[in-house]
């Protein structure tokens, strides 16, 4: 139980050009998700917690315009980094936590590889 | 600062010897620590999850300990395919999310 799925697993795109990270609860309704980004070698930096239904909330640092988050459903949520830039290459991670689920634990997607030519 | 803090940074160990990874925070309001384990490039793994000082939880060859200051995670006689790094996070009450420790790189060797 408690599968986060993320597509797509690997990305390529040019300079410039938007790309899309979905981040889907497989078999639970999620509440709430999170968006990582990790760099080599390094922990889990959080970018923005997003609630269904209401704007994610970015952390300090992260730009809002950059970083497009959607949380349409209670299993959707989508990542849009706008005109990528390579210095956008990153690791990226989804997290969801289960809605009424009586946990605060975090359920993490096996992540999607950025890479800005 | 709230701040969390694990060590080693690496640790290599021969199959079948055991050993702990610590996991020390200094925060206000602890309302949950939890264990992952992440192998490379792949998301983090849900381990454990300890709420209070003196809880315990075990899964295969891990365990994991809380006291008010640090958390152990205990590997008996270690596997290579143990190796991974390991990562603890802490949750706040005042906060919805995770502030995470840089990890604990573990070798395990045959």
């Known amino acids: 139980g408690a599968v986060v799925s993320q597509h797509p697993s690997r990305v390529i795109c040019k300079s410039g050009t938007s790309v899309?990270?979905?981040?889907?609860?497989?078999?639970?309704?999620?509440?709430?998700?999170?968006?990582?980004?990790?760099?080599?070698?390094?922990?889990l930096m959080l970018m923005a917690t997003s609630n269904e239904g209401s704007k994610a909330t970015y952390e300090q640092g992260v730009e809002k315009d950059k970083f497009l988050i959607n949380h349409a459903s209670l299993t959707l949520s989508t990542l849009t980094v706008t005109s990528a830039h390579p210095?956008?290459?990153?690791?990226?991670i989804c997290s969801?936590?289960?809605?009424?689920?009586?946990?605060?634990?975090?359920?993490?997607?096996p992540g999607t590889r950025l890479t800005v030519l | 600062?709230?701040?969390?803090?694990?060590?080693?940074?690496?640790?290599?160990?021969?199959?079948?010897?055991?050993?702990?990874?610590?996991?020390?925070y200094t925060v206000s309001g602890l309302r949950g620590l939890f264990w992952y384990r992440q192998d490379p490039g792949k998301g983090p793994e849900f381990l454990f999850t300890l709420y209070s000082a003196g809880e315990e939880?075990?899964?295969?060859?891990?365990?994991?300990?809380?006291?008010?200051?640090?958390?152990?995670?205990?590997?008996?006689a270690p596997k290579p395919e143990d190796s991974a790094t390991y990562l603890c996070a802490v949750l706040l009450y005042n906060f919805n999310k995770f502030y995470f420790g840089s990890g604990t790189k573990l070798n395990v060797k045959p």
């Open chain 1, 20 to 43: 899309k990270i979905e981040c889907r609860s497989l078999d639970f309704q999620a509440t709430t998700m999170f968006w990582y980004r990790q760099f080599p070698k390094q922990s």
């Open chain 1, 87 to 92: 210095e956008d290459s990153s690791f990226y």
């Open chain 1, 96 to 109: 969801a936590q289960i809605a009424g689920g009586g946990t605060d634990t975090q359920y993490f997607g």
């Open chain 2, 1 to 24: 600062e709230d701040q969390v803090t694990q060590s080693p940074e690496a640790l290599r160990l021969q199959e079948g010897e055991s050993s702990s990874l610590n996991c020390s």
């Open chain 2, 57 to 76: 939880k075990e899964k295969e060859r891990l365990k994991a300990t809380l006291t008010k200051k640090e958390s152990f995670l205990h590997i008996t």
